[in-house]
């Protein structure tokens, strides 16, 4: 494989490890612990994994010689560290006893139930040490949830003769990585599973977990391209720019991007959906700020908009649980008719409400909505161009406007999507580092016999060898939701908090932002150099950790 200057200088890079992972560990037990919400019903679900205590890992004399293999399964999207996590398994695995072998199974968890693996030497590791993407081994994203698919898997580890599978993932992942953890409990199979926090869309989070990996990096590389942009925006000073971020859900993306670049508007979902906005509430409140701005003879601008927006405006996001139920169990009935006659079956199908705001939507986004979901369910907000959609109903508005004399400006708009080009990039510092930490952590997890646990990494403000490490089990994360029609237990997702620190930061600032030109060009990732500009976290980590 031909290198890059870069990548065989990154290659070399030591990831900083807590000081307390450096040499042998022993536990430290926490109390015992119970999920956020819906008790009874997780407790009765994961009688074997339910009530366990969060685990410290503290510096021990004696060092153990544990003789085990590991599996390891890259689940969901890519996220910039993924590769150091198993580096982080590997090294620590081999230093446990360098009899042990990792084996990773290929193109996420369908590897396991298809007994498609490799063995993990130290030089395919070697080749991957602080790169970016997930081409190691491959990424999927097959749910794990059937007995039958959990049965097959088994075979393979008896095979290889595995202790424990690693699942690197986000909410739904870890959510399966728990299930099987459970399932393995309850046969007494002997077989141990430990989840690993992955996600750019910084929603797998909690009062244990600080941030998933692959949100400070993606997040760095964005604000970079936004603040390239921005400085075009306000070289040129003809373009209103209309920049979607990835984020299927939450907006931790676009807020922190905005708090690294301070743009002119940045759409805040959970905001929206607490104040209950409607598609032409924002666009109104957008066309206002192109407005201001034009009468002080700026026709420029920049806008972030989270993908997931459209799922969090209540009239939508209402549509898009009854054709979720819809789709579920009538699917098949309208998914091969052509699209006219589809449109029909979903309105004549629809509650009055629903049908209403369904024939109000552009054809392109109604029908992205009444396509197949990702094998969790979830719409592919991705493929849903919002950027678009509302630089349309802008330039509608403001012709409006025009007419109405409330407006004199000229108004262009050009559309970027953001999500695809952070995903695989380096990983920052802080990620190369948090990640090798969850990799040895979870070894360690796995030679101290726990399952159903997620490592986890803390105090991650701190400069890395502060940082502490250790197991947060994975049923203190859950509550039962609605997904596919039934009630299923799931890690909570984190959504942006209205009171939360990073969001106050943005909304006490924003309506000089939308006025003033008040951009901020973050530049590239640095990798080398001081380390206020090389080691810092995100600033929503930091403002989220800050006393
Ligand atoms: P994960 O939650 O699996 O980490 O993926 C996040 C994400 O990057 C979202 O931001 C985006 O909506 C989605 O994946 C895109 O999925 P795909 O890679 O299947 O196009």
Redesign the pocket.
């Not at 689940?75 to 996220?79: C, L, T, V, Y």
């Not at 993932?169 to 992942?173: Q, T, V």
């Given at each position: 494989m031909e290198k890059s200057a870069l990548q065989i200088s990154r290659s070399a890079y030591q990831p900083k490890l807590p000081k307390a992972l450096q040499g042998a560990v022993k536990i430290k037990e926490g109390n015992p612990t119970q999920s956020v919400d819906d008790q009874e019903d997780i407790k009765k679900l994961f009688p074997n994994t339910y009530g366990m205590p969060v685990v410290e890992f503290v510096p021990s004399e004696e060092a153990c010689n544990t003789k085990m293999n590991v599996g390891i399964i890259l689940?969901?999207?890519?996220?910039p560290g993924g590769h150091n996590v198993i580096t982080g398994l590997f090294d620590q695995v081999k230093k446990l006893n360098p009899e042990n072998r990792l084996y990773g199974f290929i193109l996420g968890p369908g590897g396991l139930v298809d007994h498609n693996y490799m063995e993990l030497t130290k030089d395919i590791i070697d080749e991957y040490r602080n790169t970016g993407g997930f081409d190691m081994i491959g990424s999927g994203?097959t749910k794990l949830e059937q007995v039958e698919q959990f049965e097959k898997g088994l075979e393979i580890i008896r095979e290889l003769d595995i202790k424990a599978i690693v699942i690197i993932?986000?909410?739904?992942?870890n959510t399966n990585a728990c299930v099987l953890a459970e399932y393995y409990a309850a046969k007494n199979y002997g077989v141990q599973v430990i989840g690993c926090p992955?996600?750019?869309?910084g929603d797998l989070k909690n009062a244990q977990i600080e941030t998933s990996f692959?949100f400070d990096t993606a997040t760095k590389t964005y604000a970079e391209l936004i603040g390239n942009i921005e400085r075009d925006c306000n070289s040129a000073r003809k373009y209103w720019h209309f920049i979607k971020v990835?984020?299927?859900s939450a907006s931790h993306?676009a807020l922190e991007c905005a708090l690294q670049c301070q743009p002119n508007i940045c759409i805040v979902s959970e905001e929206v959906e607490q104040k209950d906005m409607t598609l032409n509430q924002i666009v109104d409140q957008l066309c206002e700020a192109i407005a201001y701005r034009a009468a002080q003879g700026n026709n420029f601008g920049t806008v972030i908009i989270p993908?997931?927006l459209i799922e969090f405006i209540p009239a939508i996001g209402r549509l898009i649980q009854e054709l979720n139920d819809l789709l579920a169990a009538h699917g098949a009935d309208y998914k091969d008719l052509d699209k006219t006659a589809q449109r029909e079956y979903i309105i004549s199908h629809l509650s009055k409400e629903n049908a209403a705001t369904f024939e109000t939507l552009p054809e392109g986004v109604a029908r992205q909505l009444s396509l197949d979901r990702?094998p969790h369910g979830n719409v592919?907000?991705?493929l849903i161009e919002t950027e678009k959609l509302l630089s349309e109903m802008c330039e509608a508005r403001l012709a409006q406007w025009k007419k109405e004399g409330k407006y004199v400006g000229k108004f262009a708009a050009l559309h970027h999507f953001f999500?695809?080009e952070g995903?695989c990039a380096a990983p920052s510092n802080f990620d190369a580092d948090y990640c090798y930490a969850l990799g040895t952590s979870a070894a360690q997890l796995i030679a101290n016999g726990k399952t159903g646990y997620m490592a986890i990494v803390q105090n991650t403000t701190a400069p890395a060898d502060e940082w502490v490490a250790g197991g947060v089990p994975i049923t203190m994360m859950m509550n039962m939701e609605r997904r596919n029609g039934e009630m299923k237990p799931v890690i909570r997702k984190a959504l942006v908090e209205l009171e939360g620190k990073p969001f106050k930061a943005f909304a006490a600032v924003r309506d000089r932002w939308a006025k003033e030109t008040c951009y901020v060009y973050p530049g590239p990732i640095q990798y080398w150099g001081p380390s206020e500009v090389c080691d810092q976290p995100t600033k929503t980590l930091s403002l989220e950790q800050s006393k």
């Open positions: 689940s969901g999207g890519q996220a994203r993932g986000g909410d739904d992942s992955k996600t750019i869309d692959g990835m984020g299927r993306i993908e997931g990702d592919q907000v991705s999500g695809y995903r």
